[in-house]
């Protein structure tokens, strides 16, 4: 079984510091969090930003500010969103795969999301993924609901993308695929033979289905982004306290945490 990777997601879209007032928002509180994530175990950030008013940006300057402020610190893998938030357009959402990082988001498919829609439609799709095929960014396949695995199998017929891909399994919006453990069980079944995979368990879905995604050879997301508890009722102290306790249950399962450069191995990254 390879090594297990940890994706911290410290900021998004929609959480607030009314949620978690340890919430990073600037673009150096982003890169000392990211920072202090890596210590504990993350090989992967899931990078969303905010603009000088705490709002969630697209902006591409403000992503290339936070990047090199984690690159002068950290080796962690940036891997930026391109959802962004409900209300943005695709232009502007594409805005940090400009700038060429590792690994970048590709969402497969529309989603209802609380009471928004969150809109992918498939020429959407196809243009993010030409964008990053050409600049050598990996996508990360991000999946909300079963649907979205096909959708991305159309991908490749389209010779778009190729195999193997890395999904993520966004499991627990409200709106999505539910967060119990015999969905995690179908989703992975779903799978094209020879993908990575991860899960992000939103809210009560974290620990969960991050617990069976180290056992059953997957690869785990949590941070802010998915969950601002550490415990019913409990707010976590950061994002470094939610990945280092992922690390922690790995090791005693008897499951090795993957370093950056080792992730970089399992995913293909090695350009």
């Known amino acids: ?15 607030t510091r009314r949620d978690n007032p340890n919430l990073p ?3 150096e509180e982003i890169a000392e969090e990211v920072f202090r994530c890596e ?29 090199n402020l984690i690159k002068k610190q950290s080796n962690i893998i940036i891997q930026t969103s391109t959802g962004g938030a409900s209300w ?13 990082p590792e ?23 196809t243009e993010f993924a030409k964008q ?30 190729k195999l193997p891909l890395h999904f993520d399994f966004v499991m627990g919006v409200p709106g999505g695929i539910g967060g119990e453990p015999r969905h995690l069980v179908h989703m992975i079944e779903s799978l094209p033979p020879g993908s990575t995979w991860s899960v992000a368990g939103i809210g009560r879905s974290e620990l969960p289905l991050a617990t069976m995604a180290i056992v059953m050879g997957g690869h785990v997301r949590v941070g802010f982004e998915d969950n601002v508890y550490y415990a019913k009722g409990v ?5 470094a306290q939610l990945v280092e306790r992922i690390a922690r ?5 008897g499951r090795q945490v993957a370093t950056p450069d080792e992730a970089r191995g399992i995913l293909g990254l090695i350009r």
């Not at 899931?46 to 290339?64: C, I, P, Y």
């Not at 990053?132 to 389209?158: T, W």
């Open 103 to 125: 690994m970048a988001t590709l969402t497969a498919g529309t989603v209802n999301f609380g009471e928004e829609v969150f809109s992918n439609p498939m020429p959407m799709m």
């Open 132 to 161: 990053m095929v050409e600049r050598g960014v990996k996508p990360e396949i991000e999946v909300f609901e079963v649907g979205m695995i096909h959708n991305a199998l159309a991908l490749i017929k389209k010779e778009i993308l």
């Open 25 to 27: 928002l600037s673009p």
């Open 39 to 67: 210590k504990k175990g993350a090989s992967i950030v899931h990078l969303h930003v905010r603009d000088a008013d705490g709002n969630a940006t697209q902006s591409k300057d403000v992503f290339e500010e936070t990047i």
């Open 1 to 15: 079984m390879n090594k297990l990777i940890i994706t911290v997601a410290p900021v998004g879209a929609e959480t």
């Open 88 to 100: 943005m357009k695709a232009e502007e959402r594409l805005q940090p795969v400009m700038l060429n």
């Open 235 to 239: 707010l976590a102290d950061s994002n």
């Open 249 to 253: 249950i790995a090791g005693e399962l």
